[in-house]
């Protein structure tokens, strides 16, 4: 792959995937069916409304389902991948290996 490919590969990024935060997110997702909103604030050391913020904003693209309901009369929060978001992070990786320049053995 040329400079100018490797170059482009980078700036077409899903940006929805790449932001930090998010990708934390689907990186946790990507190796449970659901996981609960603690679990996921606890792993990721986002805060609560961070979480909340980023959980909605991956609802909304697809990439994850967000599920809510209760344990006992505590509330609980979980979400999970969905194969739209699934399919996101796989091309996401494969993007930047393509990007990544190769490194020769000397």
Known sequence: MTKPDQLKAIL?????VHEP???AILMVLSGVAWAEF????E????TKGNLSSHLSKLEEAGY???RK???GKIPLTTAALTST???ALAEHWERLKRAAPQV???
């Open 104 to 106: 020769r053995k000397g």
């Open 85 to 87: 978001g699934r399919k």
């Open 38 to 41: 603690k679990l996921l604030e």
């Open 69 to 71: 309901g209760y344990n």
């Open 21 to 23: 935060a998010r990708l």
């Open 43 to 46: 792993l990721t050391r986002l």
């Open 12 to 16: 077409d990024v899903d940006r929805m």
């Open 64 to 66: 994850v389902a967000i």
